[in-house]
């Protein structure tokens, strides 16, 4: 089945403790992005990656990262997570970047 | 600057009755994709539609259609014969051609009551 997985789906960690959160996909797409989801705020991009080990910033990066070391994973990494990440996320990917985006299931992030 | 715009954040109907969800856009861009994406209370995001700038032709989908207008800078959405699973929220969002960004609107929650 044709899919983009997240995990974990929901995670409550405590300021400053690194985390990650893995996304993959099984559809060969080029595109993968990550979103935030924020009440009245819609969804806001935070990072986005045409292929392979090219990456762009999206309109919120600060206190993220990403990789794209393969072509159906795309992680985003939370080096020092601060109560303001808490939030809903969402990794998403297109065949290329033009096309419908197929998004994750999301992931419920509180930070205390 | 590139924006979407859902005006409504919310709307209430009764089962039946035909809803239009409002999308409007600003980009400089003359190549660019709108898209809507439907998010049931279950969370998940389910893309609905995908229109090019050069197709303005408007779309039908069995009770959904789409009405796309270059002069008004709008993407509206209307849903005929609106039924309780059309409750959800549904997102307008934009990428221009000469960007890898996809802008999203705030979102409009519809509910529909039996």
């Known amino acids: 089945e044709a899919q983009v997985t997240q995990n974990p789906r929901y995670l409550i960690t405590v300021t400053g403790k690194k985390l990650t959160v893995t996304c993959s996909q099984n559809?060969?797409?080029?595109?993968m992005s990550w979103y935030r989801q924020d009440p009245g705020l819609g969804l806001r991009q935070i990072y986005y990656?045409?292929?392979?080990?090219?990456?762009d910033k999206g309109d919120v990066p600060e206190g993220y990262k990403v990789s794209r070391k393969e072509k159906r994973n795309f992680p985003l990494i939370l080096e020092s997570p601060s109560p303001n990440q808490t939030s809903l996320y969402f990794c998403a990917s297109s065949l290329r970047r033009n096309n419908e985006q197929f998004f994750g299931p999301g992931t419920r992030l509180t930070v205390l | 600057a590139q924006k979407v715009t859902q005006a409504q954040t919310e709307i209430s109907v009764v089962e039946k009755e035909d809803v239009t969800l409002d999308c409007v856009y600003e980009t400089r861009d003359t190549t660019y994709y709108l898209f809507w994406y439907k998010q049931p209370p279950s969370g998940e995001l389910v893309f609905l539609i995908r229109?090019?700038?050069?197709?303005?032709q408007n779309e039908i989908s069995g009770r959904y259609s789409w009405n796309f207008q270059k002069s008004t800078s709008s993407f509206n959405f209307t849903i005929t014969a609106s039924q309780v699973v059309d409750s959800a929220v549904y997102f307008c969002?934009?990428?221009?051609?000469?960007?890898?960004?996809?802008?999203f609107g705030s979102g409009t929650r519809l509910l529909v009551r039996p």
């Open positions: 229109r090019n700038s050069f197709d303005e």
């Open positions: 990656s045409m292929n392979v080990e090219v990456t």
């Open positions: 559809m060969n797409h080029e595109y």
């Open positions: 969002a934009l990428r221009m051609d000469s960007s890898y960004k996809l802008i």
